[in-house]
């Protein structure tokens, strides 16, 4: 059975990642669509952003970190982040390029996935106590 403080943990991580979403999304809208640049670029920037916003929030409301070293803990959350965006792009160049799935979907089933995989790496190595 998930213990009762990982699953708040996990809960309070996805609410961040959903405000996440807003940016991830936007920012991928915007360079894509408006400024039409390699979709996969577009998707890799708004994931980043994304990932440093939800770095902060993470920081203060989900696992209420007190590490003087922010630098090392940013640095660990993004290079689980980046390994969590190959998996993203991965996901998505299956689903849209081989699958013909629309590529918005294909994001949101990323998203899902790749949730799960950052909060594991996260939790047991960013903010391990």
Do not use: P
């Amino acid at each position: 059975m998930i213990d009762k403080i990982i699953f708040l943990k996990f809960i309070k991580f996805c609410v961040v990642g959903f405000s996440g979403i807003f940016v991830d999304f936007g920012t991928t809208w915007l360079l894509k669509e408006k400024i039409k640049i390699n979709k996969y670029l577009a998707n890799s920037s708004g994931f980043i952003l994304a990932a440093s916003s939800n770095y902060l929030w993470n920081r203060i409301w989900t696992f209420k970190s007190h590490n003087t070293q922010i630098g090392t803990e940013y640095l660990s959350f993004i290079a689980i982040s980046i390994l969590g965006l190959g998996f993203n792009n991965l996901i998505i160049w299956f689903l849209s390029d081989k699958l013909k799935w629309n590529f918005y979907l294909s994001k949101i089933i990323a998203i899902g996935i790749v949730t799960v995989w950052n909060f594991g790496m996260n939790f047991l190595i960013t903010f391990h106590k």
